[in-house]
């Protein structure tokens, strides 16, 4: 039986499938490439990948029937807030139709586990922290309305129709293949590009969107690809997990920390706040650490790591 991963091509989607690959386990791929890339997968004969988009529901069904997953990991989105301010009705296909299609395939196909990555965006700016998974939820943006949506049909599908679906809300990950190419992409990849530029003499700046205070709760990708696997292995079916590390950084610690490990900055500019930005965010991780997770890596331990790559 083989495993899928949607978005297995992108930045999280493909440390999952490399750890997979790892255990002996026979991986499916499904990707449109849109911001993942070919070249983030390893070669592998246990590898499978298909080029197309979870929006088309004639393949995904196909994929389901030719295939015989015993688990889904669902992590095919437009994972920008930002572009899904600008783009609210491409992103909904993507980040909710999306979903339902591949659920509806995995309650006829039978499969048992489907994994959603959700977000710590669905929390909002509601001022109460550290943000555990009872509390009331705030989506403030059309990304983290989809990713409510798409987690509430993830996890009602246990009791509508006894797929174990389990959802996790991811806070900010960060980490190797996290594209800095992109104006979309997340903070840590962009500000390392900008350094690294700075460093062969071009004259960039790092900008901050506000006054640099908005908080994080910034997770290295490999302990988020652990708490995939917890998930899968023993995550209660129907229920909401948070993934983080229970630490809050602000973007003007992330760069004291970088100028400790590089020794110098560029020049840092103020521009106005993003519509829909959040002012903090920091996890309560007590429910995942019950199944046994710990996150490896703190911040300073994966920017590090990281900078130490690139
Ligand atoms: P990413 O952009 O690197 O990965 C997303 C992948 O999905 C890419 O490979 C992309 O090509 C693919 N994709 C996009 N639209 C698709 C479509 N229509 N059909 C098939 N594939 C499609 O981003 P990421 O950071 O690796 O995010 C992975 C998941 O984790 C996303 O669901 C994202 O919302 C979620 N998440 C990420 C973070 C974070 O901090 N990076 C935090 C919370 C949740
Ligand atoms: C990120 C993820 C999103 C996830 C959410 C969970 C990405 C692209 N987005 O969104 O998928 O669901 O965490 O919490 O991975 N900023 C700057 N300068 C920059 C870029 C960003 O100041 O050059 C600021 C932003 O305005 C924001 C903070 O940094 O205040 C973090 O931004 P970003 O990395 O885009 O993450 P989120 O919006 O938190």
Redesign the pocket.
Known sequence: MSVLV????????SHLVEVLLSQGREVVV????????LS?LPDSSSLEFVK????DEELVRRLFEEFNFSSVF???????VQRSVEEPLYCH???CD?TLYLLQSAVSRGVKRFIF?????VYGDLPQLPKREEMPVSPLTP?AVD?YASERYVVNSFRLYGLEGVAL??????GE???PSSPYS?VISIFIDRVKRYLTGEPVTVDIFGDGRQTRDFIYVKDVVSALLIAEERGVPGEVYNVGTGKETSLLELLDYIRDIVGTLPEIRFLPERPGDIKRSVADISKLEKLGFSPRFSVKEGLSNLIREV
């Open positions: 949607t978005g297995g091509a992108g930045f999280i989607g499904l990707d449109d490439l849109s911001t993942g890339k983030n197309g988009s979870v929006t669902h992590l095919a989105a437009v994972a920008s296909r993507v980040n999306g990555a959700s977000s710590a965006a990304y990713k809300r991811f806070f900010n990950v960060f293949r996290q594209d997340g």
